[in-house]
T-cell receptor
Framework: EPEVTQTPSHQVTQMGQEVILRCVPISNHLYFYWYRQILGQKVEFLVSFYNNEISEKSEIFDDQFSVERPDGSNFTLKIRSTKLEDSAMYFC????????????FGPGTRLLVL | AQSVAQPEDQVNVAEGNPLTVKCTYSVSGNPYLFWYVQYPNRGLQFLLKYITGDNLVKGSYGFEAEFNKSQTSFHLKKPSALVSDSALYFCAVRADQTGANNLFFGTGTRLTVIP
């Protein structure tokens, strides 16, 4: 069964450094998402991406964040200058043709900013 | 604005007994409702969803959920709990609006099934 994959599984970085989190969505999906989950809190939406552009973003997704689909398979989230409060589990998800389709989540990348 | 409430942080149930994990929602327009399960150090696994049609939806691993529009609820149920069902369960909603595909999650309910 196809699944969403994410790399790395864990990343530790120093405050102010740039990080890139990578995702490979399910191959025939057209909608891509990033969510995050701060330890002990609920999963929060960051951004959605469709047709090579951002379709929605939350207030969390400020100028420090960017997303890209550099080729036909990868979907990346970049944090330009990490802050302590960026420490969280970051989940990538992908969905099918329409918004009613189920979003399938990857295993997550645990980011720790020191 | 859309939101989801899971009123119980923790639910304990004995193995073999029926389980219920509660969820209520608030959304403008028709809701699309989802349940996901998260095992330790794992991602979110899709269990089931309600889009339209029959109010009782059946999902993976014997779980089902009932959509109740008047009570704005979407409680997750299983007739007979297994120890392996112990995990963190999230209810999520999105609105029936063009361009609004993102999910709003509840805070999660930790289910513990006691042998």
């Amino acid at each position: 069964e196809p699944e969403v994959t994410q790399t790395p599984s864990h990343q530790v970085t120093q405050m102010g450094q740039e990080v890139i989190l990578r995702c490979v969505p399910i191959s025939n999906h057209l909608y891509f998402y990033w969510y995050r989950q701060i330890l002990g809190q609920k999963v929060e939406f960051l951004v959605s991406f469709y047709n090579n552009e951002i379709s929605e973003k939350s207030e969390i997704f400020d100028d420090q964040f960017s997303v890209e689909r550099p080729d036909g398979s990868n979907f990346t989230l970049k944090i330009r200058s990490t802050k302590l409060e960026d420490s969280a589990m970051y989940f990538c998800a992908s969905g099918g043709l329409a918004g009613v389709e189920t979003q399938y989540f990857g295993p997550g990348t645990r980011l720790l900013v020191l | 604005a859309q939101s989801v409430a899971q009123p119980e942080d923790q639910v304990n149930v004995a193995e073999g007994n029926p389980l219920t994990v509660k969820c209520t929602y608030s959304v403008s327009g028709n809701p699309y409702l989802f349940w996901y399960v998260q095992y330790p150090n794992r991602g979110l696994q899709f269990l089931l969803k309600y889009i339209t049609g029959d109010n009782l939806v059946k999902g993976s691993y014997g779980f089902e959920a009932e959509f109740n529009k008047s009570q704005t609820s979407f409680h997750l149920k299983k007739p007979s709990a297994l120890v392996s069902d112990s995990a963190l369960y999230f209810c999520a909603v999105r609105a029936d609006q063009t361009g609004a595909n993102n999910l709003f999650f509840g805070t999660g309910t930790r289910l513990t099934v006691i042998p």
